[in-house]
């Protein structure tokens, strides 16, 4: 059944970097999702052009939000720019003013560079934490999945060497509590499970292979299964995403960054989406970088944006009726 433009979702969708494949890839979603939602894309009109086979960028239920915030003459694609960092974070910054107005429902945000907003002065590791210090949201977590996985992390972009010293049991609660929430107000999930990882091999033997398992994650288990919460472990990393992507579990929490992206891209990183929990809206995106190499030319792969799309309407309209 077609659905009718009144009950449609509104989806922003920022293009992020200039330079990189958001562009590309925006063009080439838009062209294939007619229909799904009505759509407002915030970005720089001339670079959508440059990037597209529609010349005249016009797209059934699609408004282009033109900030013009590229100098013509001098632009490329493929290229670290501070110029090209600061347009993109002005155009997160005008999807959230959409967000406020009501004017979208939710947010598509293509691939950033962190090197380039970190030259305009934009000290943050990503969107996650640029969106959570804007909304004043202090819950905030990245959820990685695809059609077989969904991996929460505890640790983002930091190194591996603080992972360690970062943990502790109100992050680690608070990742899990939030993680079994959005499971259920944006997956509809019924008491959903989840496995956690441990962060050492083996999830230490019982702390032969480090502590952390015992003195952190441990026990905050044991509180949140007496709140009633189904959350096992701590396993193995191998073992709780093999027992997830068997279906035994709804969703795995890792601890940090590559436990949780090693799994999900070797399961196929072309459906891949990037979703942060705990915000007061939706917002996806791809689960790819600026890919500066193919931002031009063509061969930029659509199907990650595409997933992140398909997934931002079929969370919004879950809470919708949450």
């Known amino acids: 059944m077609p659905i009718s433009r009144s009950s449609r979702v509104k989806v922003g969708i920022t293009i992020g970097d200039p330079s990189g494949v958001g562009p590309a890839i925006t063009n080439m979603a838009l062209a294939q999702l007619e229909g799904l939602a009505d759509f407002v894309v915030i970005g720089d009109a001339h670079v959508l052009r440059l990037a597209g086979a529609n010349r005249n960028l ?20 493929g290229k670290i720019s501070a110029e090209y960092g600061r347009a993109s974070m002005e155009y997160l910054d005008i999807a959230l003013e959409l967000i406020k107005t009501k004017e979208i429902d939710c947010l598509v945000t293509c691939p950033i560079s962190k090197e380039s907003i970190n030259k305009a002065g934009f000290h943050f590791s990503g969107h996650t934490e640029y969106l959570s210090l804007s909304t004043h949201t202090k819950d905030t977590v990245m959820m990685l999945l695809n059609s077989s996985l969904k991996i929460s992390l505890v640790t983002r972009h930091i190194p591996v060497a603080e992972v360690s010293l970062k943990l502790n ?15 259920e107000k944006l ?40 709140r009633g919460l189904c959350v096992h472990g701590p396993f193995s990393a191998d073992v709780a995403i093999a027992k997830t992507n068997r279906g035994e579990y709804d969703a795995a929490v890792a601890m940090y960054h590559d436990q949780a992206l090693i799994p999900l891209k070797l399961a196929g990183d072309y459906g891949g989406v990037n979703i942060t929990l705990g915000l007061p809206f939706v917002r996806t995106s791809p689960l790819h970088g600026t890919a500066f190499d193919i931002a031009a030319g063509g061969r930029a792969n659509p199907a990650s944006l595409k997933e992140a799309i398909k997934l931002a309407v079929k969370c919004t309209q879950n809470l919708k009726r949450a």
């Open 58 to 77: 016009k797209y059934p239920g699609v408004r282009i939000v033109d900030k013009a915030n590229i100098l013509r003459r001098v632009f490329k694609f």
């Open 169 to 183: 049991k109100r992050l680690v609660s608070g990742v899990i509590l939030v993680t079994v929430q959005s499971l």
């Open 187 to 226: 997956f509809s999930m019924h008491k959903p499970k989840v496995a956690v990882c441990g962060l050492n091999p083996h999830a230490s033997d019982h702390g032969v292979i480090g502590d952390e398992e015992e003195k952190v994650i441990e026990p905050v288990l044991k509180a949140l299964r007496r």
